[in-house]
């Protein structure tokens, strides 16, 4: 067993803690408290290589290993969230499916405008009454020869508001339920999708989530991404992935809490010393520092897995269901350990705690990953350990 990281690890590390620092923090709280999409911030990622972190080269990408891509997601999310999911959702789901699923001509075409942030993208699953139960498909795709007709309406797309690409699931036959379903790659500048409300919302509050809707657009045959009839295959494939992200994601609002409330409790006295001297916030603080090692574990051998080509559905699924209920418990901690300080938005730990509670929600709910835990243990389909031979 392995826990080193190697010197380009260490180095993505540490290009992304600086960027973190020094671009994302000066502007995260008025940003958050305007609701105000952080097109520049996203530009620069795009400029630093966080947008196609793990794309080939040869398509723009920076051709890097999911362990890459954790330690870059903990480190922004440990400041700004609306900035991590954009980068989640654009690498894990948007990138990652495109290069797993696409022909060499829609790689070429899409992916290094992706990778480069030119574009960003959507991807496009849930819907009005399609959450959880993401099989329950109402957008329809109806095949008119050289083109599909898209009908549907999409809820909670993230990037709705600014992405140019969109991956969308819609029935094609409905006859055979999940088996019906096929994924369009859709220009939203194409004519009949229509960018709708944008949502007000707890947490991740600059990042843009809009309902979607597609009334009648002509989607060329050669737009149909993977075989058809495989779309929510690959959805499930591509969210496998993307639950590492947001687990990562997760992990950093634990870890960026968990800083916070160290730092601030050697500095902050009361009844004569640091309260960080008083042994119910050390504690505290050695039951957070215990956690989120836990979760960074999880996370990373899911990360390591997936490097490997092992099967990491289970594994993903655990480091999410955990990392999110770490971040959530972690970030309730620091608010506490900060006290009336921590209520007010200047000392960033309220708005970690409001953002970590759509790590428990989306790219499947904790609800949902129980259900892909439970299923893998019960078939019998143990999940791979990490000493596997
Ligand atoms: N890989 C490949 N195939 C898979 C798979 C996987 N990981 N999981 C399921 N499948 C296949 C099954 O084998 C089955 O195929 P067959 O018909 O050939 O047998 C088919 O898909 C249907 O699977 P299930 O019977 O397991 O489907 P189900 O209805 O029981 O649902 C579920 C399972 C796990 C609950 C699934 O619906 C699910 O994951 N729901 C949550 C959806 C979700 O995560 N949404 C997130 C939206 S995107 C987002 O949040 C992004 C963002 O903006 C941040």
């Known amino acids: 067993m392995y826990f080193s990281l190697t010197e380009e690890q260490l180095a993505v590390q540490g290009a992304a803690r600086d960027f973190a620092r020094q671009e994302l923090l000066p502007g995260v709280i008025a940003r958050d408290g305007a609701m105000l ?97 993401a099989t329950a498909q109402k957008t329809s795709a109806v095949d008119c020869g050289d083109h599909y007709l898209l009908n549907g309406t999409k809820n909670w797309i993230t990037n709705g508001g600014s992405s140019s690409l969109h991956l969308v699931m819609a029935q094609v036959d409905p006859s055979k339920g999940s088996r019906g379903i096929c994924t369009f790659i859709v220009e939203t500048s194409w004519p009949g999708v229509v960018i709708g409300a944008k949502e007000d919302k707890l947490g991740i509050r600059s ?7 597609y009334n009648d657009v002509r989607v060329p045959k050669e737009n149909l991404l993977g075989p058809a009839g495989d779309g929510f295959k690959f959805a499930m494939k591509t969210l496998t992935g993307g639950r590492i992200g947001i687990a990562s994601q997760a992990l950093g609002i634990a870890s960026g809490a968990y800083e916070l409330a160290v730092q601030y409790a050697k500095e902050r006295k009361t009844f004569g010393k640091p309260i960080s001297q008083h042994q119910a ?35 993903a699924s655990m480091a999410k269901l955990y990392a999110s209920d770490v971040a959530m418990r972690q970030t309730v901690e620091a608010v506490q350990i900060h006290g009336g300080y921590g209520f007010v938005k200047e000392y960033h730990v309220e708005r970690l705690m409001r953002d970590a ?13 129980r259900i892909v835990i439970s299923r893998a243990i019960l078939q019998g389909q143990l999940y791979q350990p990490m000493w596997i031979e």
């Not at 990042?207 to 809707?213: G, L, P």
């Not at 215990?290 to 289970?314: C, I, N, S, Y």
Request: glycine share 10%.
């Open 37 to 133: 999409f952080p097109k520049n911030e996203v530009r620069r990622m795009g400029e630093m290589g966080f947008l196609g972190m793990m794309v080939s080269p040869e398509y723009g990408g920076g051709g890097m290993d999911t362990i890459s891509y954790v330690l870059a997601m903990e480190e922004i999310s440990k400041i700004d969230n609306s900035c991590s999911v954009i980068m989640s959702v654009n690498n894990s789901l948007v990138c990652w499916g495109l290069e797993k699923m696409g022909t060499e001509a829609q790689k070429q075409k899409y992916l290094p405008r992706l990778a480069s942030g030119e574009w960003i993208g959507s991807f496009c699953l849930s819907e009005p009454e399609a959450g959880s139960d």
């Open 207 to 213: 990042s843009d989530t809009h309902t979607i809707m």
């Open 281 to 315: 916030i050390a504690f505290k603080i050695a039951d957070m520092a215990t956690e989120v090692e836990a979760a960074r574990l999880m996370v990373l051998r899911a990360a390591w897995m997936k490097d490997q080509g092992l099967d990491f559905a289970t594994a």
């Open 357 to 369: 509670k759509i790590t428990q929600i989306y790219e499947g709910t904790s609800e949902v990953q």
